[in-house]
């Protein structure tokens, strides 16, 4: 953890957002959902962030990005116990030739649902994943039912696979396919625009050598919830097609996903960041957010790291305001 000066005392809310590369909205939803907040309000009221402050924000944002679910990332950074994902069990090892039962997936301090949704993959029980996660979603709510029951539950499985000589490949198969189908059902068609002076849409991209869209996928489910436009590009995006089809929509944003160090490109993201269009004195220039863990300890100046589903949701959303809801 990086040591901060004594003027780091006494941060504004907006100047820490800048600091730690989220949006300010962010920081008054953990305060207000997780209790990570400033230590001391200048006149009662205003937030002023102190280092010790910062150090646990950092935390958080570590362990969120990491994919760890907000509510356990803010108990571990709130307890100074950010150094490994909290409530992680070691991950056991199966017998050979033999499969565990579910219980012995290293699911950790999570919601039932997740324990009940691990059991049924493990079986391989596609009726019963299926019921599963819909009652999740219907019950919590998309950003939750990511958040707090999908990833925690697609990790369990993933880190058993990583341990067992490529056993379990089978059920992280599976999930996944449900999980995808799952929040493509919940995705609402995408509103168009109206008027020639519309903001334009949310553009969703993997960037060049990354599979991983289940992330992008409930982002783009979350933002159909709220009637925002978006355009979906999925796995891989070439860096030309991702280039000409920003210049040819004019996006709002522009949401990158690298799931490793090695696939996130700063140049294309600061490429993106400077396209331009319109005509001349009024043209346009995209918000651009780097999603996934790829981009961790990458310094981009003008660019957004949401750690969350929720977080990128709350930033993009805050981008449009009420019109787009009020034209769907």
Same mark, same amino acid.
């Given at each position: 953890?990086?040591?901060?000066?004594?003027? $780091?005392?006494?941060?504004?809310?907006?100047?820490?957002?800048?600091?730690?590369?989220?949006?300010?909205?962010?920081?008054?939803?953990?305060?207000? !959902?997780?209790?990570?907040?400033?230590?001391?309000?200048?006149?009662?009221?205003?937030?002023?962030?102190?280092?010790?402050?910062?150090?646990?924000?950092?935390?958080?944002?570590?362990?969120?990005?990491?994919?760890?679910?907000?509510?356990?990332?803010?108990?571990?950074?709130?307890?100074?116990?950010?150094?490994?994902?909290?409530?992680?069990?070691?991950?056991?090892?199966? #017998?050979?030739?033999?499969?565990?039962?579910?219980?012995?997936?290293?699911?950790?301090?999570?919601?039932?649902?997740?324990?009940?949704?691990?059991?049924?993959?493990?079986?391989?029980?596609?009726?019963?994943?299926?019921?599963?996660?819909?009652?999740?979603?219907?019950?919590?709510?998309?950003?939750?039912?990511?958040?707090?029951?999908?990833? #925690?539950?697609?990790?369990?499985?993933?880190?058993?696979?990583?341990?067992?000589?490529?056993?379990? $490949?089978?059920?992280?198969?599976?999930?996944?396919?449900?999980?995808?189908?799952?929040?493509?059902?919940?995705?609402?068609?995408?509103?168009?625009?109206?008027?020639?002076?519309?903001?334009?849409?949310? $553009?969703?991209?993997?960037?060049?050598?990354?599979?991983?869209?289940?992330?992008?996928?409930?982002?783009?489910?979350?933002?159909?919830?709220?009637?925002?436009?978006?355009?979906?590009?999925?796995?891989?995006?070439?860096?030309?097609?991702?280039?000409?089809?920003?210049?040819?929509?004019?996006?709002?944003? /522009?949401?990158?996903?690298?799931?490793?160090?090695?696939?996130?490109?700063?140049?294309?993201?600061?490429?993106?960041?400077?396209?331009?269009?319109?005509?001349?004195?009024?043209?346009?220039?995209?918000? /651009?957010?780097?999603?996934?863990?790829?981009?961790?300890? !990458?310094?981009?100046?003008?660019?957004?790291?949401?750690?969350?589903?929720?977080?990128?949701?709350?930033?993009?959303?805050?981008?449009?305001? #009420?019109?787009?809801?009020?034209?769907?």
């Amino acid at each position: 953890m990086a040591d901060f000066p004594e003027t $780091v005392v006494g941060l504004t809310t907006g100047a820490l957002a800048r600091r730690l590369g989220v949006s300010p909205t962010t920081l008054r939803s953990w305060d207000r !959902r997780y209790g990570i907040g400033p230590a001391e309000r200048a006149d009662g009221r205003h937030r002023r962030w102190s280092a010790q402050d910062v150090a646990v924000l950092e935390t958080m944002c570590r362990l969120t990005s990491a994919g760890v679910p907000p509510a356990e990332a803010a108990r571990a950074a709130r307890a100074g116990t950010g150094g490994d994902a909290p409530g992680r069990a070691p991950t056991e090892a199966a #017998p050979h030739g033999r499969s565990r039962a579910a219980g012995s997936l290293p699911l950790g301090d999570v919601r039932q649902e997740c324990r009940g949704l691990a059991r049924a993959a493990v079986r391989l029980d596609a009726p019963a994943v299926e019921e599963l996660l819909a009652r999740a979603v219907q019950e919590h709510g998309l950003a939750v039912a990511w958040q707090e029951v999908m990833v #925690p539950t697609l990790h369990a499985v993933g880190r058993k696979w990583a341990s067992s000589d490529d056993r379990y $490949v089978e059920v992280e198969h599976l999930l996944s396919w449900h999980v995808s189908s799952t929040l493509r059902r919940h995705t609402l068609p995408s509103p168009g625009r109206s008027g020639p002076a519309a903001v334009g849409p949310v $553009v969703l991209a993997c960037v060049p050598g990354e599979q991983h869209t289940l992330p992008l996928e409930a982002l783009n489910a979350g933002l159909a919830e709220l009637r925002l436009p978006t355009r979906m590009f999925g796995a891989a995006v070439p860096a030309e097609a991702l280039t000409a089809a920003v210049e040819r929509l004019g996006p709002a944003a /522009v949401v990158l996903w690298a799931q490793t160090r090695s696939s996130a490109s700063l140049p294309l993201a600061r490429h993106v960041a400077d396209a331009q269009w319109g005509v001349r004195g009024a043209r346009g220039r995209p918000l /651009v957010l780097l999603c996934g863990p790829g981009w961790l300890g !990458r310094s981009a100046r003008g660019m957004l790291r949401p750690t969350s589903l929720r977080d990128a949701l709350d930033t993009l959303s805050d981008g449009y305001g #009420p019109e787009p809801a009020a034209r769907s």
